[in-house]
């Protein structure tokens, strides 16, 4: 269901969807309350809703079962600006994440289990100036390219209130991971142990091309660094999670 600019108050339930491919909703500028409910999807792949720019937007989401889906897609769900309430929904081996930005989302008896999406930020869930909350939620053998479970930007360190086992990121976050927020420069120089670098705590800053690439620029400067044997960074997530890039 495509609509625009019109005011929705829908009950929408009992769908199954097997060996297919659809969406539930898809909108744009709309001010609704909306009920999703009694959902089922097998090797399929399924959009739950795309919700952007919304005037007014509520969401219920009650009793979705999600499992073996034979394709990766961008996300399951997107939901912007949103009051987002999940009751009982299930995911396993769905190769895509729900994504919420700028929105309020509870989660009661969520399930997330055997996701991978390797290529993708949050193996569950991808939370972007979110305030969440979760209640009795189950995340088991997830994985990512950061953040396995749950990856998170723009916005505080959430609690993990749930149950995590066994989830994997490719690069950093094996439960939850976050954009990075805190940068040091570690240098070996030349006349020093090799086994005791030296950190130094420059600031520093970085431009983001529309490929995604990231310009990173030192803004101080020191003599000790124009003799040195290696540099490299250090970045910290929300969660103290270090990576580490050679240069």
């Known amino acids: 269901q495509d609509v625009d600019q019109v005011t929705l108050i829908p009950v929408i339930k009992n769908i199954s969807f097997d060996n297919s491919k659809g969406s539930i909703i898809k909108s744009k500028y709309v001010s609704y309350q909306v009920e999703i409910q009694d959902i089922t999807a097998k090797n399929s792949v399924v959009n739950i809703g795309t919700i952007t720019e ?113 989830n994997s990121a490719i690069m950093y976050g094996k439960d939850i991971g976050s954009d990075a927020v805190n940068y040091k420069i570690v240098v070996t120089q030349s006349l020093s142990n090799e086994s005791n670098p030296i950190y130094y705590d420059y600031k520093m800053n970085y431009t983001v091309f529309e490929n995604g690439t990231k310009l990173w620029r030192f803004l101080d400067a020191s003599p000790a660094m124009l003799n040195v044997s290696s540099i490299y960074i250090v970045l910290s997530d929300e969660y103290s999670q270090d990576v580490v890039y050679d240069l």
């Open 54 to 166: 919304p005037v007014i937007s509520n969401i219920t989401l009650n009793n979705i079962h999600l499992e073996d889906f034979i394709d990766t897609q961008e996300n399951l769900g997107l939901f912007q600006d949103t009051t987002a309430t999940l009751n009982s929904m299930y995911m396993r081996n769905v190769s895509a994440n729900l994504q919420f930005n700028g929105s309020e989302a509870t989660l009661k008896n969520f399930s997330c289990v055997n996701n991978s999406i390797p290529d993708y930020f949050g193996g569950c869930l991808q939370l972007s100036n979110t305030v969440i909350t979760m209640e009795n939620s189950t995340f088991i053998n997830n994985t990512a390219k950061v953040g396995g479970a749950i990856y998170t930007e723009k916005m505080k360190p959430i609690t993990l209130n749930g149950s995590f086992s066994g």
